[in-house]
């Protein structure tokens, strides 16, 4: 073998495994949602839904702003849909952007979480 066929298969080797440990690309989503609270930074049920939303694969941050009303969420496109966030927090509780609230899970909210 050539001196140069070896230095392309090692160039080749090292491309793939570099590769294979290469960090997944992350995407961004912003939900607008109904996070009603009086004292959005010191409210109870915040870190609850963060927890909820940080427990579906693939999500790798969620932020949570009370007041503009939106969660932003960093997750794997290859793991979690955008859909699927929005369910975990319908399903908290909560809409999120056209996907109303689960009513049961709404009834369960703090009443200071609750629509005035």
Not at 16 to 36: G, N
Not at 44 to 55: G, N, V
Request: glycine share 4%; net charge positive; with cysteine.
């Amino acid at each position: 073998m050539s001196m140069r066929t070896l230095s392309t298969i090692s160039a080749i080797a090292l491309l793939v495994i570099t590769s294979s440990f290469a960090k997944p690309k992350l995407a961004e989503v912003v939900i607008k949602t109904t996070f009603y609270c009086n004292h959005y930074d010191q409210c109870e049920s915040k870190p609850a839904l963060e927890k909820e939303i940080m427990l579906t694969s693939g999500v790798k941050s969620v932020v949570i702003d009370g007041k503009a009303q939106t969660i932003t969420v960093q997750y794997k496109p290859k793991m979690v849909t955008p859909d699927k966030i929005r369910t975990v927090i319908s399903n908290a509780g909560y809409d999120a952007d056209t996907v109303k609230a689960n009513p049961n899970a709404y009834d369960k909210l703090d009443g200071c979480c609750k629509k005035k």
